[in-house]
């Protein structure tokens, strides 16, 4: 089976640019979570989606940042007019049936420059 | 405020040694607690969760610990390898809500040949 995949796994963007980062949850798994991971920092939630459905957001910022899980196709997070604070490692992950045990990718690490 | 607190910051075992992470949380209503192992460059990966109907869980060289009164548990690695050196999380999260998880700060382990 493959695991969560993530794409692109580096990204290097110049500052007012978009940023977009793919996620295809595990087979099987239709709830899907984005996270954030700063340098010496643990891993803070941003958001989770089910098909078609924004579950959660309250970790997402107000502006620029939007995430979507669409019918068909892969899992977007998107941040609009990158800064260099948006540096940093994104993580999706996904679970069966949103309880439990929740898998993560390997992860996109934006730069900002 | 952090609802999930881990405990060494850091640590160095000698291999064969136990290395023993703790971590506290504040939420009483977290009812599902995963560890994960991260490597540089890689996403995090589930090593061993528990819920609160069980005070310990084994799993190979891996035993989580749980202590629902004082709202603590812990991970110990017995017979430390070399490759075991990584950073720990914990985490616990709410089924009865969306499941999203709250992370500690990780913990970097190192075990010394």
């Known amino acids: 089976n493959a695991g969560v995949m993530q794409n692109p796994r580096h990204l290097v963007r110049r500052r007012g640019q978009e940023a977009r980062l793919r996620c295809s949850p595990m087979?099987?798994?239709?709830?899907v979570y984005w996270y954030r991971q700063l340098p010496e920092e643990g891993l803070k939630f941003m958001v989770y989606?089910?098909?078609?459905?924004?579950?959660?957001e309250s970790g997402m910022p107000k502006e620029r940042f939007s995430a979507e899980f669409p019918k068909e196709g892969p899992s977007i997070l998107r941040i609009q007019q990158v800064v260099r604070g948006d540096s940093a490692a994104y993580f999706c992950?996904?679970?069966?049936?949103?309880?439990?045990?929740?898998?993560f990718g390997e992860g996109s690490w934006l730069t900002v420059v | 405020q952090q609802q999930v607190k881990q405990s060494p910051q850091s640590l160095i075992v000698q291999k064969g040694g136990i290395s023993i992470i703790n971590c506290a949380y504040e939420?009483?209503?977290?009812?599902?607690f995963p560890w994960y192992q991260q490597f540089p460059g890689k996403g995090p990966a589930l090593l061993i969760a528990?819920?609160?109907?069980?005070s310990e869980k084994k799993e190979g060289r891996f035993t989580i610990s749980f202590n629902k009164s004082a709202k603590q548990f812990s991970l110990h690695i017995m017979d430390s390898q070399p490759g075991d050196s990584a950073t720990y999380f914990c985490?616990?999260?709410?089924?009865?809500?969306?499941?999203?998880?709250?992370f500690g700060k990780g913990i970097t382990l190192s075990v010394r040949p």
């Open positions: 992950a996904s679970s069966p049936n949103g309880q439990g045990a929740v898998y």
């Open positions: 985490a616990a999260s709410d089924s009865g809500a969306n499941s999203k998880l709250t």
């Open positions: 087979k099987g798994h239709s709830h």
């Open positions: 939420n009483t209503a977290f009812d599902y």
């Open positions: 989606l089910q098909k078609e459905n924004i579950i959660d």
């Open positions: 528990i819920r609160p109907d069980v």
